[in-house]
């Protein structure tokens, strides 16, 4: 069955930086866009970034645009979203998406804090 497993979240000070991963399995991974969105406490999910297949094209929300950085590993099949330059109001749960014959998949979700 499809699975997405989120793993690299905690506590950072604002500045500093985080790697997420998100190791994906079930599916034909390098075949399909790869996502990352995020929801903080009283807010609406959002997307964050994605990637595409073929040539790794990325599209970013406004808000992370230039901190953060989407990559894929299609021998790995994980997807990865560094992060720098973090601020508090990137404190969210961050989860990891695929749609697959028009089915959403989400990962468990990781939690960033950022806070000194």
């Known amino acids: 069955q499809v699975q997405l497993v989120e793993s690299g979240g905690g506590l950072v000070e604002p500045g500093g930086s985080l790697t997420l991963s998100c190791a994906a399995s079930?599916?034909?991974?390098?075949?399909?866009?790869m996502s990352w969105y995020r929801q903080a406490p009283g807010k609406e999910r959002e997307l964050v970034a994605r990637i595409r297949t073929i040539g790794g094209g990325t599209n970013y929300a406004g808000s992370v645009k230039g901190r953060f950085t989407i990559s894929r590993d299609n021998a790995k099949n994980t997807v990865a979203l560094q992060m720098n330059s973090l601020k508090p109001e990137d404190t969210a749960v961050y989860y990891c998406?695929?749609?697959?014959?028009?089915?959403?998949?989400w990962g468990q979700g990781t939690q960033v804090t950022v806070s000194s």
């Open positions: 079930g599916f034909a991974f390098s075949s399909v866009p």
């Open positions: 998406y695929v749609m697959l014959l028009m089915k959403p998949y």
